[in-house]
Structure formats: structure tokens, C-alpha cells
């Protein structure tokens, strides 16, 4: 079932632990610094329940429908389905909610395509996810994930292993019921709008610091989880006219802050293992499932860019020059690479074990590269905008 | 029918009239400068000949079977078919026959999916396109092409349009049984070894220069037809080991002159019409398809550059040093871009009138953007190279 | 002499109209969006009247002191000790404050340095030029200027000519006493906190245009003239922990607006000239001492640069890995080549009538170029911050 | 002593042992590979040799005239002096002859500067330097220089170090005349016609290989002594309008070859000093002598690239399009800017021990780098050239 908008909000106020510095947000559909975004993300659960949409948003299985990200493709066409509602809800804010609900999503499903993994790695672990999968999509979760350690400690972590009071988040006991961790981990991008976040990591583990290997999956409000915002901009953006972007689309990055959680295991989806803890992603569909995504939002938000560049010459009069068309036209050239190398994934896309068929990996990866090297050409320092974790 | 190697050795005696600065060159099938890339045509025409691979470098018509770069697609599957044997072709000398008998065929064969558009201009040239195209495919023809006028005068030629005595190819007389052209044109790459020489115009013309904007074919041992060669970079070539590339690959450049030779009218596409004899190849699928090669036999050359960088890191024992992973990663991912972008072409294939279709035409066009970015950004100063007329 | 920072604050408060939107600022001095970058500029002129610092600040001439920019240099010396003169300047708010007051002091002592050429075209105006020079260094002015049309009606303008309503600031009256001016010009960066504001042309005016010509400079505060400020970025950064830049260094670029405004003849330096109304600049030392301040600023910027990038590099952990230390050592370059450009000016100075000196031009130029590949390069897109007008 | 071109040529019959593959060339200044670049060193000797340019070449040193590049600076006016020098030499040969003469002489002359560093290493090595500076500089000697172990196996050297057998120049035995030297070592430039090559490392070299460190000189023709040459270009190049750089300006690489060559003591300047036999030239004015004329070598080169592309835009008749116009303005920047930075290298001066003075270093490692970008971006991947050791 995809939910509504309204219901979009109403999940919002469940009581979530937000903080920008020392203040505790109290709703944060009605605080100055997340109302707008919370609107636009309610918006975009909105549109894509629109019945109207309900192809280009959905599909069926046993006779139920999910959200098309959810689909574990098994063709070329479940690919381009695919493909097209998440450009479809990408377009919907210009590529600007970069973690909009289908990012973490892929991720899962990418997971859910090949839980043997977990399974070998620790029995019933598979099936686990499993289960979470069936629940997030039925549920038309919105989950964010925070799966890098804070910086600033990420050097010792990584390349040396040595021992020290480590701030990042961990497991610090473990029982029949499950396991308690603390500590920090970051960035976990629309948290604050979230229903739930996935714990884990996308960079390397030395095995030394294995208790950092854990991966799991916790509703925003459970009790101990409180997430730290950095300055949101929405805050300064007083009107639309002169913020147009930081009015409606800060997601808001957040450091998220655990202390004394308890996961029971059925949450538990990776325990104790540091080299696997960042290789199921890639030895799964689930972080190529997960980038292909950021590539097709990238693809929204050049669009963007190209239309943007497009009004302001054109408001400047600027427009015929012809180093100016150049340019201009030299920009419409990286929208259509960017689309064209989105569309060259699902030609070539891949086979999997079990039937499942994933976009082109070298393609998906060579496009992260494309991104980095466009957005570094556009001037704007985006690395971290193009490439994904 | 696809012809033998042998057979395409013999069809180069022909009596062709070849300049090396003062030498007419006797036999291009013997002399030191031709000999070696013509053996590498040959190799091409043996190789796409073998019964083995017939699937792979031909399709059925009518009970004929032609080469598949003649291909009129009707659906994606025809793309990626054709696609494939321009690879096969590309790859058999790593990109670096760039005018490879395949690629003059994508531009009569895209002209030959609309030739209406030929006949609105000169009742009756729609038909000699048509059966140029059936005469070309059926004899497995080399065209070449040359379709830009002699450099240094082109600025005047193309911004003022001033009268002067021109040395650009044109028509200087015509009759009930055709044209008379004279004059000179570039840059018929490939012509010393092809079977016939397209002459046209890929660059705008004047109005007001209608007589150069006559649109034939001719057989290279037409009377009064020359090539002049640049300086043939094979010759230095002595040793193979020495000069791996120019020893088998140097196609060559030519200057084609004409004097006062005769075009009957049935070789003749398109006369005294300035505007549209660039407009021909663009308004049809001629310049997609024949732009389509040249990506997919950028995306071999890329293969090549990769390859040997690589190989030459571990030959020097730097391959494992993180820069020069960091540098040979990047490489593989250009690669794996080309690629990407090929296949989003086919992806995003686009529908024409009579049930045609074409490669995506915005992605081609980013892919050449892209080619002369890469080329740039590789150091080669390429751009010549990655972009086609 | 060269006044403290108390005097400076006192001269902001002269009630010159400065407004937000519809909101008009009282004082700047006190007024949140202005009163942080109001004390910067208090405090850089405290900073030059340190008697233990005049020797770096300040000459002598006739038994006066006046400050290095003002100074009409004759000698290798003279353009050493003038350089080090703003680089303290730029330093002291790392070169974040691009229209220090050294800036325009630098085109009005070009222009003093050949007055006869604005004598040339208007007999008495070379005279204006000179006495204004000496009253400015006389009392130490801070001028600011406005020397580029409104953007959005630039091209028909500079392009085509034609007759139309235009917002430009022109001369719509000229009398015994003086002209009188109405219309708008950009974009007076530094205007809210300046004494006087110059206005002319950098960007080229038709002929036909010639009433938009007029050069002349006025105070801030007369009556008619007012400045409308973009969104100041002050008012965002509350915390300076937060936002140490915006917090001090927000100069603020404004809208220059002139409501039926008397400018005396003796503040006239050209007027009814399109055409040298530009090359006044480029035809004295004017452009050039005026871009060498640019150039200098920007060395001090790219030392708050490097020195941020390293600082951060230390503060992750990641200063000792080969790909940052690499980078940072690139970063480290670019700080030495900007800082060598501007030695070079001087190395190669320039000779010019009457005794006097400047930098290599060409160099000077050279390095405006460099800076704006440089801003491309480090991914800022910040052409606008780097090239001067 | 200046000497002439004629003398120049006779040095260079002195049976020295140079080979093209298996072919052993006769006499470099006649054979068809080599005797045009013979003649342009000739001329080069020739040129500086001109009493009209005593001034501009050579210093007076206790009665005596010795060349520029030889020049021990003290003063800014010396560093002027010596780098006109350099660059009149430079411009000579368009900065296409990389290592003419006053290559090696900037390095041999910096060790000069310092030589106790030599005897705090082994005593009498100072002394030995010394003495081989006086003798070179007072027979015009041209050194070129082979300071890099053979590619290939530079990664185990440097990174493991492990034993291995080892076809990298090293001594092989020592005795009271001297020491017994055998490998190869690369890339002597010039070698071929030079006087005498310079033997040493200018990459790291790890302790345990300390017998590769040793660092000498010797007449090009000693016994044992053997040079190789890559392809040479010059052969190609049959007529000088097809190839006007290589006909004349192929100053050819080569691998050096020593079979059992005796080195006497007084030729030996370090021995048995990997970490040292690198760090001679960075702690002593050497390197920064040596790439201080790699520098201005580049700006001589840079003025032919920026002469070449605007008149082959006249030649195309393209000059006044506006877009070409503005890359040939981005040319001319260039060449401005590593002028500038040549000049700023010696505004900006450091003082040395003993009263000696260098061209700044920072500055000079930042045209380096500079070089490297610039040549990358002028898409020539001509790092090799840009960058020296």
C-alpha cells in the first residue's frame, strides 16, 4: 500500500529525538527548520499514491501492491519500470532530495535478492531480512541509513586498527533478546523525515573492531536514538523567492547518536564480521541497486542545472552569443550523457543467480565516475553530491 | 554477398590514380607506404566473410544476404545486431581504422531510409539514392567519403560568402547525360583502398555557393579522379615492433581532385542547393548512423588505450602503486562509459516514419561531445579524431 | 593621515540610504546584517594607522603621509613597497574583502598618473581627476564604485544599440553647475560601508549611448543616491563558530540607484564618450594597478585556502594519506604560482611616460586568467570573485 | 672560452660509441639520423660564441670569460643576467632542444655553490666537484646527464628492495684508482652530442642498493662506455617542410651502457649514499639551477605553440572567429604567465650560505607543476616534457 501524504506527516510526529545543537525539536512538521522539507517529502508520498499513477508508481505481487523500487527485477522491462519512477519521483523536486525514500530502499531489495548471503555469514540472519524487507514495503517505509563512522577518527579506524575510546557506534552487549549498542555514526541524510534508519557500513572494517560491524534496522523513535542535525538552511531561506532551494528541499544531513539501544535480533541482519559488513552490499545487487538510484536522481538534477542555465541567460539577454550557445549547449550534451548512460545500464543490464537482473554494474559504476568528474567540471565541488557511498 | 580478402586486394588494381607528393604510386596492393594496410582492409573483408560468423556480420533480404552495417533497423533488436557487427569490425583493429568500410555505409544507408526527402529536392535523386544503396550493399563496396572543402578557405567561404576563383569541388558544366565537376575536396580517408569516393558536403554552404554543393558517387579509378596523400606514416614504419600502429593502421588522408570529370545523372543525389546538402544527411538517419560507428569504434580504441596502459604499468611494476591504480580505474571506467553510452543509444532508440529506427540521436551527439572531452582530457588532442564530420 | 577605526565608524554613519529589500537601514554600523563586516573595515583601518606599522602603510610626499595605494610609483621599489602594502591589507581579512579600500584607490591614482588624457577629451576634466585624487588620499576615502549597467538589458545594448527605456544611469540634464544623473548601475560592492562611490564603465558603451558615459564620483550619502543590498549573509551566521566568514567578511554588493541626482562639474572626469569612457582605464595605469590589487587579494585567498585544506586534512586524520598529501601539495603550488605571478609583475615592471611604473600588464592579465582557470579548478565557479572588472 | 660551432663539431669525432639497434654509428654529424641536430648544437656553440653577444652570454671571472649558465649568482642582477642568457639559448632552438647545454651546467654549477656538503659526505669529494666545475665551465663543456635506473624495474627497487640481479649501473668493484662501474642507466638526452655525461640519481635509492648511488662524470667517448639510441626521428624526416621540428631538433634519448668502465677517484663526487646521491641536488642549489632553465626552456617553447596555432589560424583563415579568438587569447595567456612566473623566481630570490643567490624555489616547483597542467591542458599528455627530474 503506498500511504498518503497526510499519513506521511502523521509518522513524522511519533515523538522522534531531533536536536539542532542544544535545542530539541518538538514536531518537525511544524518546526521552522524541517516544516518545508517534511511538506515536500509528504508531497512526494502524496504523488505517488496518486491512483492515476498507480503504473508508474507500483506493482503487484501475490496480489499486493508495492513501491516500484521495491521491485526485485527479473527483466529488462521490470528494469526500465523502475527506472522510470524513480526518475519520475526524482524530477518531483529537481533531484534535490537526494535520499529521497527509493535510495535505502534499492539497497534492501538489493539485499532481499540474495539473503543466503547473510545467511551463510550467520544462520537466520537471511531471513531476517527477509522479513524486514516484506515489512518496509508494505508498509511504504521511508528509510535513511547512517553507515560511516564519524569523522575525524577514520584514519586510525581504517588503517591502522589500533586500540582506543572509540565514539563510534558498536555493540556493546549482547543476549538472547538481542543486542545493545552506543555511540555514533553518521550521515544519515533525511533521517529527521524518516521512519526508520538502517545501521551498517559502506566503508571498510578493520576485523579488529568487528563490534563496529553491526548492521541493523531501527524505527526512528526508538528510545536511546536521538539524531544530531548540522545548521539546517532552511532556517535562513525566509522567502521562497530568495531560497528557492533551501526553502523546500533541506533534507538535512544528521549525525545519529545511540546510547544504550537495544536491536532485538529479528533487526539484526550482520553481526561481527568487518570485511563482510561493507561487502554484502557489493557482493548483492544491493549497492548497485542503491547508486543506480543516485544516478538516475543525478540525471534529474542536471536537468536542472541545463534549465536553470538556460532562464538566466535568456533573463540576461545573453543567450545568442555564441560562446554563450556553446556553453549552453555543451551543458544540454551532459544531460543527455547522463541519461544516455542510465538508459546503456538496462540495455546491458545483468543476469543473477535465481532469475534477478540487476543495471549494468561497470556501467552504474562508470556513471558514479562520470558524476564525480561532471560535477567537478560544473564547478560546484559536488563530488559527495555524485558519488554515493 | 560479402566478398573474400583476396577479392578485395584485387578490386584495389584498378588503376587509381594515387599521389605521394610527386610519385604516382603504381600498385597500392605492393607499395611500401599502402601495402600493410591494405592487407589489413583485406584481413577485414576475409574476416567478416567467414561462413562461421555469418550471423554475426550479415543479414537476410529477399533472399540475399548483405552486410548488416546496411541494415535499415526496424526495432531495437536490428540496433543492437548492427551494433554488434560495427564492434566486431571496430575491434578486429582496436578503433583504429576509423573509416572502416562500415562507416560511409551507415550514411547511404540512412539516407536510404527516407528518400523522399531527395526526391522533394530534384524529382528522380531519391530514386538513384536507392539504387545506389542497392548497388553498394550487394557488391560488399569500401565508400569512402570526402565532404569538406580545402581548409584555408573555408572562413570566406562560409561567414561572407565573397565571389572569388574557388578551388573547392564544383560543378562547372552540366548536360542531358550529367554533371562536369573540378575542383578539390577532403579529407577521403580511407580512399586509396576503398572502391568508390562519396563526394558531399558535411559543413555549411552558401547559397550563393550552390555549384559546391553537388551530392555523387564515383569509382575511385573514375578518369581525372586523384588522391593526394598526406605523407604516409607506414613508410617510416620499418619494423612492426618499432611502430606496432602505423606498420598495419595508417589509412590515410587524402586530397581528392577532380578534373573535369564526368558524374552521369545517376549518380548524382542532390544538385544546386546549398542549404541542404548539410540538411540531407541530418534530416534523415544518415548522420546518426554514420556518427553511431564512430562512437562504437571509439568505444574499441578506448578498449585499446586502456589495455596498453595497463600492461605498461605492470611492465614497469608500477601497477600496484595507489595512484596509478586510481589513474588505471579511471581509464576502465572511461571505458566502461563509451560503452554505457552506446548501449543507452540503443536503450533510448528512437522511432522514424516507415517503421525505422535509429539510435537515440541527443545521446550520440552527447557521445561525440563526450569523445572530444575524453580525447582532451587523455592528452591526445584527439578531438579530430573523436568527432565525425 | 590615515584615521582610526573610531573616525572610519564615524563616517558610516552620515546617513547614506542603504536598504534591505523594503527595509531602510538606520545605521550600519549597528544594524545586524552590516555591523560585523562594518567593524572588519574599522578594524583594518585601525590595523594601518598602528604608527608601528607606517612604514608599511603609508609615504611621504611634500611632508605629507598618505597610504601606499596612493601611490604613483616610479621605481621596482615603489611598486615592492605598494605590493606589500595590500597584501597586509588582504591578509588582515585573508582576502576575503575584495573591494578593500585599496582597490579603487588603485584606478584613481591611474588615472592621476596621466590626467591629460582625460584633459584630451574634455579640457579641465584631467584637472577634476587630479584634485580628486588629491583630496582622497588627503583623507584617507574609502571609495567603492559602480561601473557596470544593470544586467538582463546588457545585450541589447552592448550588441545592438537600439533605442529603448533604459534603467542605465545616464546624464538626463546638464547645467552651468553640473549634470544631472538618474538610473541605476552595478553592482558597488563595499558601498554600505565606503565614503564615496565612482561610477563609469568597465564594460564597453555604444556611441550611441554616450549619456550613459559619465564618469564622476559622489558621497556616499548625497541627496538621491541610495544602495539596495542583496540578501546579506550576515544576518544568517549568528554564531560565528558556525559561519566564521559570513560572520565578519559579508562587504555586501548593492545596486547602486541615483534619483535625479546634481553631480558638480568638478566631480566630472569624462563625459559624452561611450567609447573612452571604458579605455580611460586601460589607456592609463588606472586598469592595471587596480587588477594587481585583484591579484594580490586573491594570493591572500588562496593561502586561507591551502591552509583550511590542510587544516581539515589534519583534523579527519587523512594528512598522511599519498592521494591527499598529493593534493594538498598541488593546493600548496597554486598558493606559490599566484604568489610568483605577482612577483613577476614587478620582476618585469613596465615603464611608463613621466617617470612613472607598473606592473607587467601582460602578466597582470596573465594572472587574471590564471585566477579565473584556478577558481574553475578548485571547483568554485568563483570566475566572478577572481576576474576583476 | 667560448668555442665556436666548428670546434663544437670536432669534439664531436671522438669515436664515441653510439648505436641505433644493432647499427653503429660512424660519425654523429654525419650520419643521416643525428647530423642535422649535430648542426643545430653547432650553431647553438656558434651563436653564443658571437663577440657581438659577450655580454649577453658569458661572465668575466678572475680574467677569465666563462658561459652564463656556469655563473655562481650573488646578486638579483646575476640571476637576471643568467636566465637571459638561458633564455637567448632557448629561444634559439624555439626551446625544442630540452637539455642543451646549460641543462647539466645549472646542475653541476648549484653543487658548486655548496661543495662542503660533498666533503661532509666523503672527504675530498668537495674538492673533486670543484675541480670538474673549473674544467668544465672553462672548456664550454656540454654535459648531459643519466640519472634514472632502467624503467621497469624501478617499483621492486625502490619499494622492496629486494636482491636481485640487478642490470641498474652500479660499482662493482673499488680499488686505489678508482671505482669499477657496469649497467645502464637512463635517459641521457643529448648524450650523442655531448661532451661528457654526467652519472648519478635523481629518484630515491634504497640503502640496501648503495652501490647504484655513485655519482660521477665521464668523456662520453671512455672506453666501455656505450650509448643507445631510441628511434630516431630525424631519419623520418627527409624533407625539412614535412617535418620542420624533427629535421632539426631531434636531440635524441639513449640509454647509457657501461661494461666494466673504470671511474678514477677524481671523476667520483659520492659514493655508497643511497638516501644522499638524490638529496646533493635538493640541499645544495642544484636542482633548483637545473629546472630553473627547464622553466625558461618552457616559456621559449610556449611562445612556438602560441606563434604556430595563431598562424595557423590566419593560414585557415579563422583568426576572427570569436570563439578562436578566444582560445588564441588563453594561448597568449599562458605563455604570459610562465614568463611572469620566470620573472617571479627571481624578484622573489632567496639568499644562500656564502653570499650565493637561487631563483626562488617554491615558486620554481610551483612552474613546475604549472608546466605539467599547462602541457596536459594544451593536450600534448607532455608531462614528460614539462616536469624535469
Redesign the interface.
Same mark, same amino acid.
Given at each position: 500500500m503506498l500511504i498518503s501524504g497526510k499519513e506521511k506527516l502523521e509518522r513524522m510526529r511519533d515523538g522522534r529525538a531531533i536536536y539542532i545543537g542544544a535545542e530539541r525539536v518538538d514536531d518537525v512538521t511544524r518546526h521552522p527548520a524541517f516544516r518545508n522539507a517534511a511538506g515536500t517529502i509528504a508531497d512526494l508520498y502524496e504523488f505517488k499514491a496518486d491512483p492515476d499513477r498507480r503504473d508508474l508508481f507500483s506493482f503487484e505481487e501475490n496480489g499486493e501492491r508495492y513501491g516500484l523500487p521495491w521491485l526485485r527485477c527479473r527483466t529488462r522491462e521490470d528494469l526500465v519500470r523502475r527506472m522510470r519512477a524513480m526518475k519520475a519521483i526524482a524530477d518531483a523536486t529537481y533531484g534535490l532530495i537526494g535520499r529521497s525514500p527509493d535510495h535505502v530502499a534499492g539497497l534492501i531489495t538489493g539485499l532481499a535478492m540474495k539473503p543466503a548471503l547473510l545467511d551463510a555469514l550467520t544462520p537466520g540472519f537471511g531471513g531476517n531480512l527477509t522479513r524486514y524487507y516484506e515489512h518496509a514495503r508494505k508498509n511504504d517505509l521511508y528509510v535513511s541509513f547512517a553507515v560511516t563512522p564519524p569523522? $575525524?577518527? !577514520?584514519? !586510525?579506524e581504517i588503517?591502522t586498527g589500533e586500540a582506543r575510546d572509540d565514539p563510534t557506534l558498536q555493540v556493546i552487549a549482547e543476549g538472547d533478546d538481542g543486542v545493545t549498542i552506543s555511540g555514533m555514526k553518521m550521515l544519515a541524510t533525511g533521517a529527521v523525515f524518516a521512519d526508520e534508519v538502517w545501521i551498517g557500513n559502506l566503508t571498510p572494517i578493520d576485523d579488529k573492531r568487528a563490534s563496529e560491524s553491526i548492521t541493523c534496522a531501527l524505527p526512528v523513535n526508538t528510545a536511546g536514538v536521538s539524531f544530531w542535525a548540522r545548521?539546517p538552511y532552511a532556517?535562513?531561506a525566509r522567502h521562497e523567492a530568495?531560497y528557492p532551494l533551501s526553502f523546500r528541499f533541506d533534507e538535512t544531513d544528521t549525525v545519529l547518536v545511540c546510547d544504550v539501544v537495544k536491536v532485538p535480533w529479528e533487526r539484526v541482519f550482520l553481526h561481527n564480521n568487518g570485511a563482510m559488513s561493507r561487502r554484502i552490499y557489493i557482493e548483492t545487487p544491493a549497492n548497485c541497486y542503491q547508486n543506480h538510484q543516485s544516478n538516475v536522481r543525478f540525471w534529474a538534477k542536471m536537468a536542472l542545472i541545463v534549465g536553470l542555465a538556460s532562464r538566466m541567460c535568456q =533573463?540576461? #539577454?545573453?543567450d !545568442?552569443?555564441? =560562446?554563450v550557445r556553446?556553453t549552453l549547449g555543451?551543458l544540454a550534451? %551532459?544531460?543527455?550523457?547522463i $541519461? #544516455? %548512460?542510465?538508459?546503456?545500464?538496462?540495455?546491458?543490464y545483468e543476469q543473477w543467480p535465481d532469475g534477478y537482473a540487476t543495471p549494468?554494474r561497470?556501467?552504474m559504476? =562508470?556513471?558514479l565516475?562520470?558524476c564525480q568528474c561532471a560535477a567537478?567540471a560544473?564547478?560546484? $565541488?559536488? =563530488?559527495a553530491d555524485a558519488g554515493e557511498h
Open positions: 569523522a $575525524g577518527i !577514520r584514519s !586510525r588503517f545548521e532556517r535562513h530568495d =533573463a540576461n #539577454g545573453v !545568442r552569443i555564441p =560562446a556553446d555543451r550534451a %551532459l544531460e543527455a550523457t $541519461g #544516455g %548512460l542510465v538508459n546503456g545500464q538496462i540495455e546491458a549494468n561497470r556501467i559504476y =562508470a556513471t565516475n562520470w567537478h560544473r564547478g560546484r $565541488g559536488a =563530488a
